[in-house]
T-cell receptor
Framework: KNQVEQSPQSLIILEGKNCTLQCNYTVSPFSNLRWYKQDTGRGPVSLTIMTFSENTKSNGRYTATLDADTKQSSLHITASQLSDSASYICVVSATGDDYKLSFGAGTTVTVRA | DGGITQSPKYLFRKEGQNVTLSCEQNLNHDAMYWYRQDPGQGLRLIYYSQIVNDFQKGDIAEGYSVSREKKESFPLTVTSAQKNPTAFYLC??????????FGQGTRLTVV
């Protein structure tokens, strides 16, 4: 069964500090992995996409990494801001007929002044 | 504009009533999904569909029903059998390349 597990479930950090979120998956055959940001009461929006051949990708203060061998991804937030307070969701897609997306439960990040 | 639209944004349900949440997309996506999100919790899959006239139960399908009569539409009915329906409901669609687009959500409250 294709699964995506994220950790930690939630975390609190001080403004200006860095943090790293983890995503482990068992989806196979792997197509790509995306990180989404969800503000409270809104729909998630895409931050980054990682394909099999990519190891690192940045989007401003967000940097995603992918290790396709160990089936792990991380999202690093640098110099956090209050606006980074949100849920971050890892979504993995497979190739082939069963290309249904597999969603992680998300990590809730709270940035405090 | 291409996108995915959920309606209504807020919905109130009386005890024992069935209510239907709408989800429409004009992205020509084959797959559509319904998720439930409780306060401080992650997304939980209710139902998904990869093709018209076919859908599959997710992890928490009890008390919910769906239909997929058209590619563009994937309505979710919250039945009276769902004992704790108050939550935020998200609809999503995806292409075969894997990019998911989400609606803005429907907040359902039992009154």
């Amino acid at each position: 069964k294709n699964q995506v597990e994220q950790s930690p479930q939630s975390l609190i950090i001080l403004e200006g500090k860095n943090c790293t979120l983890q995503c482990n998956y068992t989806v196979s055959p792997f197509s790509n992995l995306r990180w989404y940001k969800q503000d409270t009461g809104r729909g998630p929006v895409s931050l980054t996409i990682m394909t099999f051949s990519e190891n690192t990708k940045s989007n401003g203060r967000y940097t995603a990494t992918l290790d396709a061998d160990t089936k792990q991804s991380s999202l690093h937030i640098t110099a956090s801001q209050l606006s980074d307070s949100a849920s971050y969701i890892c979504v993995v897609s497979a190739t082939g007929d069963d290309y249904k997306l597999s969603f992680g439960a998300g990590t809730t990040v709270t940035v405090r002044a | 504009d291409g996108g995915i639209t959920q309606s209504p944004k807020y919905l109130f349900r009386k005890e024992g009533q069935n209510v239907t949440l709408s989800c429409e997309q004009n992205l020509n996506h084959d797959a559509m999904y319904w998720y439930r999100q409780d306060p401080g919790q992650g997304l939980r899959l209710i139902y998904y569909s990869q093709i018209v006239n076919d859908f599959q139960k997710g992890d928490i399908a009890e008390g919910y029903s769906v239909s997929r009569e058209k590619k563009e539409s994937f309505p979710l009915t919250v039945t009276s059998a769902q004992k704790n329906p108050t939550a935020f409901y998200l609809c999503a669609s995806s292409s075969r390349t894997g990019e998911a687009f989400f609606g803005q959500g429907t907040r359902l409250t039992v009154v």
